[in-house]
T-cell receptor, first 115, second 109 residues
Framework: KAGVTQTPRYLIKTRGQQVTLSCSPI?????VSWYQQTPGQGLQFLFE???????NKGNFPGRFSGRQFSNSRSEMNVSTLELGDSALYLC??????????????FGNGTRLTVT | SQQGEEDPQALSIQEGENATMNCSYK?????LQWYRQNSGRGLVHLIL?????REKHSGRLRVTLDTSKKSSSLLITASRAADTASYFC?????????FGAGTILRVKS
């Protein structure tokens, strides 16, 4: 089975621009979560989608948004980029039906640099 | 889900030695997971232990869970250079997993 695929792997953007990151989950996984990882803040939960609905949300400004498609693929968008948005963005998929504790399967992330 | 706190922050050992890292949490949980992250890559799930389990093994990994002390430990036996990574615990389960700062393990060859 193919793992979680994130594209692109690296991205350089300018302050004020917007960016869209893509995540293809493992086949059969309906839950997709997004995390931001920075040296200063560590791993922070952005949001989780299940069957095209946002089920959980972290404490990020509205500039961060996401969506999930009917084939479970997910995208996240960051508008009006700031220097502090430079980070490794990780996507994870899971079989999780809430509360059962299925493991998360992570992609290798998209490294976003904002200049 | 809640954030676990890993201890120590960093650990440096020689190849072949055992490595032990700990995780503490605050409120009752259904399960606890451990993950590994190699530099610049995604996290890899190592093991899940449920609240009714005291100990679980997977290859060279041994995880214990003490729900009365709200703590867990991860033991890596006969460590290898390839075990060099950050290790995170995630108490509670569900998909809103919250990760702490992790333990950075360095295995010197």
């Amino acid at each position: 089975k193919a793992g979680v695929t994130q594209t692109p792997r690296y991205l350089i953007k300018t302050r004020g621009q917007q960016v869209t990151l893509s995540c293809s989950p493992i086949s059969g996984h309906r839950s997709v979560s997004w995390y931001q990882q920075t040296p200063g803040q560590g791993l922070q939960f952005l949001f989780e989608y299940f069957s095209e609905t946002q089920r959980n949300k972290g404490n990020f400004p509205g500039r961060f948004s996401g969506r999930q498609f009917s084939n479970s693929r997910s995208e996240m968008n960051v508008s009006t980029l700031e220097l502090g948005d430079s980070a490794l963005y990780l996507c994870a998929s899971s079989l999780e039906t809430q509360g059962t504790g299925s493991p998360l399967h992570f992609g290798n992330g998209t490294r976003l640099t904002v200049t | 889900s809640q954030q676990g706190e890993e201890d120590p922050q960093a650990l440096s050992i020689q190849e072949g030695e055992n490595a032990t890292m700990n995780c503490s949490y605050k409120t009752s949980i259904n399960n606890l997971q451990w993950y590994r992250q190699n530099s610049g890559r995604g996290l890899v799930h190592l093991i899940l232990i449920r609240s009714n389990e005291r100990e679980k093994h997977s290859g060279r990994l041994r995880v214990t869970l003490d729900t009365s002390k709200k703590s867990s430990s991860l033991l890596i036996t006969a460590s290898r250079a390839a075990d060099t990574a950050s290790y995170f615990c995630a108490p509670g389960g569900g998909n809103k997993l919250v990760f702490g700062a992790g333990t950075i393990l360095r295995v010197k060859s």
